[in-house]
């Protein structure tokens, strides 16, 4: 089955659909989303890649992320995926959306309308062996540091949203 993606404007307005891998080929502007889960001692849960990914194997990264499908909001999406990925489901809140456009060594290009969401879960997850290698929790300054310390171990993206959106996400979390 191929998997599409929703083309977007920079409004977030859908302005079509495009297989994903032809997406990343072309750069073309799609929706997607970033979700953050953090536990009650105000930590986040990483994931690493798994190592066959098409991109950014092995590398650390917020908890999930994806793409919408046609019809399904960004809160569904998100939990949808939190499932797939790390076998749990949790209440998701959106904070907030941005665009980056992030090209990869292998001629691909991650070019997204970002939609990030915060949620919180105690447990331990179940990772899909096929999409995660491994998880640890860390507190967001820690996770912070690192980056700055250990960029190459963290995909593109991550990296950016932390640059643009650090303090958003650290101030929405602390009001919880």
């Known amino acids: 089955?191929?998997?599409n993606v929703i083309l977007v404007d920079e409004l977030d307005n859908e302005v079509g659909l495009m297989p994903k891998m032809e997406a990343h080929e072309k750069a073309m502007l799609h929706r997607a989303f970033s979700v953050f889960v953090f536990n009650k001692k105000n930590e986040l849960m990483l994931q690493q890649r798994a190592k066959d990914k098409y991109h950014s194997p092995l590398l650390w990264t917020n908890t999930c992320c994806s793409?919408?499908?046609k019809g399904?909001?960004?809160?569904e999406a998100g939990k949808r995926r939190l499932q797939e990925e790390m076998g749990f489901s949790c209440d998701l809140e959106e904070v907030f959306s941005f665009i980056y456009k992030a090209p990869f060594d292998n001629g691909l290009t991650e070019h997204e309308l970002d939609h990030v969401m915060i949620g919180y879960y105690d447990e331990a997850p179940i990772i899909n062996p096929e999409e995660v290698?491994?998880?640890k929790w860390m507190p967001l300054e820690e996770v912070k540091e690192d980056i700055t310390r250990n960029p190459q171990t963290y995909t593109a993206w991550f990296k950016i949203i932390f640059e643009k959106s650090y303090e958003k996400i650290a101030t929405f979390n602390t009001k919880k």
């Open 1 to 3: 089955m191929i998997e």
């Open 72 to 75: 399904e909001t960004n809160i």
């Open 67 to 69: 793409h919408q499908r």
């Open 133 to 135: 290698e491994n998880y």
